[in-house]
C-alpha cells in the first residue's frame, strides 16, 4: 500500500489553539518592556527563543541557564505541528481520501504554556480537558460523517490516543517516540552530516581536546546515586583537583567536569555544547526519567555517550535499559528508532545503541569501572575511531532540521515519517 499523510489543519475548532496562535500568544505575553529589561521585541526573542519557533518562557530562561531549561522542551509539539505543516513532499497529500494517516497538529503542550502565563498553573488541566473535548466532539462528528475511524488520527504527545508521537516510554505499539526537539543551532549536528567530506570528519575528531566532559546536576528529584557517587569519585578517579582546579586527566588527555550546585543553574548551552563537541566521552546518568536530552546532546556533539548499563536478558539487547532494571525502561520503549521498537515481526529492526555508546555494566564493579574501560579505549584509536563513524552514522537522526531547513537532510522528521508508515503498514490493528 503506498503511504500517504493528511494534515487536519482547517478541521480544528476555533476554540483549539493552532500553532500560530500559540507562537502569538506567548509572544505577547513574554515581551513587556515594564516586566522584562528589553528594549525591543526583537532583543527579547534572540535572548529567549529558539529559531524555528517563538514558544520561550522567560520566567524560567536566564542568560546562565538556557542549556539546563531548555531540556523541558516544551515547545517540542509546536515544532513538530509546524513541520507536518510545512512539509511538501510526496508523503503528503492535500485529498484525504488518499490520506493513510490523517495528523492532527494540535500540540497540546505548548498550549499549556500560554495558559500557565495567561492564567496560571491551577487553571492548566481544566483548560487542557475542555480543549480536548471540544477537539474529540468535532473529530467524532467528522470520523463518523467521513465513514473513517480514529485510529487513522496521529496526535502529538497525546498518550490516551491509540497512534500518537510522543517523547515518554512506549507503553503501546501505536505510541511513537522521538527524540527531543533541537530547536537550537548549537544543538545541531552540522560536523557530523554523513555526506561530509571524510577528511574533514577525521579531522572533526581528531582534534578533540578532552577526553571527557560531564555537565550536570548532583542532586535530582529521581535517584540520583550514580550521578552523585561519579561527583564524590571524581578526584580518585582522575586525580586531585578534577572539580576544584578542572586539573584532571585520562589516560594523560584533560577532563572538564561541571557539577552544577544551585538550582540547576548553569553555563549557556553555546559553551556546553562546545565542550561536547571537544570531548570523546560524555557520562550520561540516570535522571529523573528514563530518556535525557543530555544523551542527544552528546550524540548531536559527536561525544560518545557513557552509560550505566542493566541487563536482564543477555541474549537480547534490546532488553538493556540506561534507566533501571526495568522492562518498562528497555530502549526498545524509551529510545527513538530503537532495535526492537517496530513490531514483534522485525525484532532486529532499528537503531542498535550498544553500537554508538559506551556501556559500563552496572552489575559488574559499576562507576568504578568507567576509567579504566574509558582508557582502554582510548588506547585503541582504530576501534575508537570506528565507534565515533558509527555516531555520525545515525546523528542526524536525533535532530529535527539543520537550521532552518527541516528537509533538507535526512533527519528526525524522515525518520518520523518512515516510523509511522512501518506502524501504519506492519503494526496496525486492520
Not at 137 to 157: A, G, P, S
Request: glycine share 4%.
Amino acid at each position: 500500500r503506498d503511504f500517504k499523510f493528511y494534515v487536519h489543519h482547517h478541521l480544528l475548532p476555533e476554540d483549539v489553539p493552532t500553532v500560530e496562535s500559540i507562537s502569538e500568544c506567548i509572544e505577547t505575553w513574554g515581551y513587556n518592556s515594564e516586566r522584562y529589561a528589553y528594549p525591543t521585541r526583537e532583543e527579547f526573542l534572540e535572548t529567549f527563543c529558539d529559531w524555528s519557533e517563538t514558544i520561550c518562557n522567560p520566567k524560567n530562561h536566564t542568560r546562565g541557564s538556557q542549556y539546563s531549561t531548555a531540556r523541558l522542551n516544551n515547545n517540542m509539539d509546536a515544532v513538530i505541528a509546524r513541520l507536518f505543516l510545512s512539509y511538501g513532499g510526496d508523503l503528503r497529500t492535500f485529498n484525504i481520501t488518499e490520506a493513510t494517516i490523517k495528523v492532527v497538529p494540535f500540540p497540546q503542550i505548548s498550549d499549556g504554556r500560554c495558559v500557565m502565563a495567561k492564567k496560571g498553573p491551577r487553571q492548566v488541566a481544566i483548560n487542557q480537558q475542555e480543549t480536548k473535548k471540544l477537539l474529540s466532539d468535532r473529530l467524532k462528528i467528522f470520523v463518523d460523517d467521513n465513514q473513517m475511524h480514529l485510529h487513522d488520527h496521529l496526535f502529538l504527545f497525546m498518550s490516551d490516543q491509540s497512534l500518537t508521537v510522543d517523547r515518554l516510554p512506549s507503553y503501546h505499539p501505536g505510541q511513537l517516540v522521538v527524540p527531543y526537539v533541537n530547536t537550537n543551532a548549537e544543538y545541531q549536528p552540522d560536523k557530523l552530516i554523513s555526506n561530509m567530506n571524510p577528511v574533514e570528519l577525521d579531522r572533526f575528531f581528531s582534534e578533540k581536546r578532552y577526553a571527557l566532559a560531564a555537565v550536570f546536576a548532583a542532586k535530582i528529584s529521581g535517584n540520583g546515586y550514580a550521578r552523585k557517587e561519579f561527583a564524590e569519585k571524581a578526584d580518585s578517579y582522575f586525580g586531585n583537583g578534577t572539580l576544584l582546579h578542572n586539573n584532571g586527566t585520562l589516560a594523560g588527555m584533560p577532563v572538564e567536569i561541571i557539577v552544577i550546585q544551585e538550582r540547576r543553574k548553569m553555563v549557556g548551552e553555546a559553551h556546553t555544547m562546545q565542550l561536547y563537541r571537544e570531548s570523546m566521552f560524555c557520562p550520561s546518568f540516570r535522571g529523573d526519567t528514563p530518556d535525557q536530552k543530555r544523551f542527544f546532546d552528546a550524540i548531536l556533539s559527536g561525544c560518545i555517550p557513557v552509560v550505566m548499563a542493566h541487563y536482564w536478558n543477555d541474549d537480547d539487547k534490546n532488553k538493556t535499559s540506561y534507566f533501571a532494571p526495568a522492562k518498562n525502561a528497555a530502549l526498545s520503549n524509551v529510545y527513538p528508532w530503537a532495535k526492537g521498537s517496530f513490531g514483534q515481526k522485525y525484532p532486529n529492526m532499528g537503531i542498535d545503541y550498544s553500537e554508538l555508546v559506551i556501556e559500563i555494566n552496572e552489575k559488574d564493579c559499576g562507576l568504578d569501572c568507567l576509567p579504566t574501560t574509558l582508557e582502554r579505549w582510548l588506547k585503541d584509536p582504530t576501534a575508537l575511531r570506528e565507534k565515533q563513524k558509527q555516531l555520525a552514522k545515525f546523528a542526524r537522526l536525533f535532530s529535527f532540521g539543520m537550521k532552518d531547513n527541516a528537509f533538507q537532510y535526512v533527519d528526525a522528521m524522515a525518520a518520523l515519517l518512515v516510523r509511522t508508515r512501518h506502524y501504519v503498514l506492519h503494526e496496525a490493528p486492520l
